[in-house]
């Protein structure tokens, strides 16, 4: 029977804790809490929990445990703290020692030098991020094991003795929970190596992400998930001066570690990229010993600042990711017929973990002393550049601003909020104005967020040029713009200068006291924006009745811009100045009482161009065929972000569903041909020519404008500019035979194909000013691009482009995008709205909810929801 040797084989290979090491037995092995040893069985949420509770019980006096955060879930998620009982009993001076250490420009030389001898470097590693990365919180709980059992251990005393180490078992447990629900109800008799089968095979939308379906590897700067936000908390609490993140990637590679691979962001220093070297020849040394393969410098880089292992790089630690061999399950067979064990995951990550801390321990000072350098650094390079601080000026949309102020405040940054005017070259900025020093510890942080654009090297670009041509695959491994004042389309000004104004120290959190709006007579107008979009959307929903002005007017003096919301006393209950003051002080959003209705300028307030907003019931496209990202993201901006209801609905399910219940339908990106067409589709298009409004997301919106949809009067383009479905002359004439020589280079370029994929970047949108899709922007945002979709513009008398790229000479704000992807992007559609019967269909070329952190145009989905069923 062949059950029982793949078995033998799962159970063979699981000896975890190094052979011939004595543990004390007053700390509980994994065995008594969960019923396994490590290796043998994945462990649960619940397991996790309890266990490291049980360790931190068992071994007071040397650990501390600390519970970070709640997953959306309701789990907890937990940071163990490991180390030497002298220094634990010390531990608020430590950590006060830490921080010191952080705040370099206060440091004077000799108290830095006691610090560096006294401190200990902290370790910290961080594992199952990614839920379906199931081998490295098993290796977690055994490295906390082994560090507070290891008797006569000479690495574990080193560590004990010269280093901290935080150990975070498990950073994503929802998406762990989800794995492990799966793959035990997939599960065979005997576990089976089969990567199709069930077991291995996960169902929409798999485990990795969290539950708003985000992947949290990309989130550290953005901090829209309680899960970071709770991690970069314990960052700033303990300073920690190596960071890693484990990680699974297939099951047919070995293992990775430092060094990364290109291109590095600018802002690594070569101090840095030594401490990689130094690490990784540790580890390498080890795994040689062990005859474990790995692989290094190939794939996984550092240039997005929202990893794991890259946010902490640019506050001064060595960040690193390792990535083991997914087994998916307990046993899994590889493509040469292998069997890759869930416990050859777990020894691996827990060798190099364990290999990683010792490092740091052997090397403790150079560590401790190479961090204090790199934020020391960031000041006084800064103190020589040209640039001394960001100014973030309130603005048009002062909600907006003060968000992208605390959330940069959020991140260890130190942000000041002016309290006088202030003249820069020949702008006066407003009392209110967000500094951001630029020659602060955490610097270098600051810059690659707030910059345009952070370059790549010139080689790099190169190369990676070189290889389109040969249609060999970019080695860029993720989007290459994400600058914050861009996203949120937010005014920030540079300054040579270090201002001197009167200013205060800003924090993370805003503490906004409700204040009762005064009385009016008409009503309250809302100027729109980020703020009031989110007030209106929760006024609609506790009962309140507002009205949208599509066009612009001038009251009392001041204009009033398209969008503007009017709520009127007349039609609201008596109680409308306490509620509405409530809600506007939450969303930051700014209220006029008006007592008098008659207009200097433009349409007035009873016009028949302000118009009522309904209250938006909204499905959203859930499951197969939704991307999940794509869907998790328009969840988060819908639910969390603006706080309107939306009922997610399967795709498989829509046919039970009566539409006539909803005003929005949202379709994430993705392909609904199979799902969507005949009568399903029939329905759809009666649905929308009823009053239904449709807005459609990226590769939803390619669906949309296929002629056999019929959604959209529109096209997407090839990389010639040609219709994606349509054959043309050319084409047979490049068929014909020609008498000249062959021209290799030409005779080989492919007949049809797709626009040249831009790698994510930051592209200008010019918007129709007159359209209220674009209420609340001034005419010119940024956008994340990614990937290969090109609409041609739709014809006046089938609908609006609202949204239109840039042309070339200001089209990229940021990032990459090839030349030929600009010659074919520019001008082309980014927000099309087209009528049908009564109602709808309104379709973005890209993703506005981009990982959520896209404030600008999360506006302009919000603004579909909230004000398309008025249209
Ligand atoms: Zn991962």
Known sequence: MLLPIVLAAVLQAAAVLPAGTQYDAKIPPLKEIAGHSPGEEITSTEAIAAYMRALAAAAPERTILVEYARSWEGRPLHMLAIGSPERMRNIAQV?????????????????????????????????????????????????????????????????????????????????????????????????????GSAEHDEPWPGGRSNHYLFDMNRDWFAQTQPETRGRTAIYLEWYPHVVVDLHEMGGDSTYYFAPPADPLNPHISKEQVALFDLLGRANASRFDEKGFAYFTREVFDSFYPGYGESWPLFQGSVGMTYEMASARGLVFRRADDTLLTFADGVIRHFTAGLMTAETTARNRERFVREFLDYRRNAVREAEQGAVRAYLVPPGADPARSERLARLVASQGIEVRKSQESMKVGDRTLPAGTYIMPAAQPAGKLLRTLMDPHTPQPEAFVKEQNRRRKKRLPDQIYDVTAWSLPEVYDVEALTSATAPSVRSEALGARAEKAAAPLPAARVGYLMPWGSGTAEAVAEALQSGLRVLTADQPFTLGGRRYPMGTALVRTAENPADLASRLGTIAARCAAEVVPVNSGFVDEGISLGSNEVVPLKKPRVLLAWDSPAQSMSAGWTRYTLERRYRQPVTVVRMGSLGRIDLRRFDVIVLPAGNYGSVLNGDSLRRLKDWISAGGTLVTLGEASRWAARENVGLLATRTELRDGRGEIETTEKEQKKNEPSPKPLDLEKAIQPEKERPEATPGALVRVVLDAEHWLSAGTDGEIQVIVEGQRVFTPIKLDQGRNVGVYAKKDRLVAGGLVWDEAQDLLTQKAYLIHQTMGRGHVIAFSEDPNYRAFTEATQLLFINAVLLGPAH
Do not use: C
């Open 95 to 195: 950590k006060a020692g830490l921080r010191r250490l952080a705040d370099s420009r206060t440091l004077s030389n000799a108290e830095a030098e006691r610090l560096i001898k006294e401190l200990p470097a902290v370790t910290w590693l961080m594992h199952g991020v990614h839920g379906n990365e199931i081998s490295s919180p098993d290796a977690a709980i055994a490295l906390a094991y082994h560090l507070l059992a290891a008797r006569q251990d000479p690495a574990v005393d080193a560590i004990l003795k010269q280093t901290i180490v935080l150990i975070d078992p498990l950073q994503n447990p929802d998406g762990r929970a989800r794995f492990l629900q799966q793959t035990l109800m997939g599960r065979a008799a005997s576990p089976d190596p089969e990567p």
